[in-house]
């Protein structure tokens, strides 16, 4: 069974850091892209940051962008995201998620739909 879990997520002042891991197991991690997703209350689940099945390439919301990092350690399964410069309006459940799609080149892909595994989430406050 595949299976996605969380960790690291929690409360934080506005301009510190969390660093989130998921770690993976019953799916080929290597192979797969991984992306983080995050959603607010009241709010739909919005793309976060992505990586390709290798780690050579990702991509970032513009919201993010410079100030989180999303990085992978396929040896271990797990999958992280490492975030600066928190603010409140970072605070979300955040979810690991994995796009089972074999690509035939080292990509990923931002939307929700593409992603076929999720973990539970983990919830970020980030208060000013």
């Known amino acids: 069974q595949v299976q996605l879990v969380e960790s690291g997520g929690g409360l934080v002042q506005a301009g510190g850091s969390l660093r989130l891991s998921c770690a993976a197991s019953?799916?080929?991690?290597?192979?797969?892209?991984m992306a983080w997703f995050r959603q607010a209350p009241g709010k739909e689940r919005e793309f976060v940051a992505a990586?390709?099945?290798?780690?050579?390439?990702?991509g970032y919301a513009d919201s993010v962008k410079g100030r989180f990092t999303i990085s992978r350690d396929n040896a271990k399964n797990t999958v992280y995201l490492q975030m600066n410069s928190l603010k409140p309006e970072d605070t979300a459940a955040y979810y690991c998620?994995?796009?089972?799609?074999?690509?035939?080149?080292?990509?990923?892909?931002?939307?929700?739909?593409?992603?076929?595994?999720w973990g539970q989430g983990t919830q970020v406050t980030v208060s000013s």
């Open positions: 019953g799916l080929a991690f290597s192979i797969y892209a």
């Open positions: 998620a994995a796009d089972r799609r074999l690509y035939s080149t080292d990509t990923f892909r931002v939307d929700l739909g593409s992603y076929d595994y």
């Open positions: 990586t390709s099945r290798r780690g050579d390439n990702t």
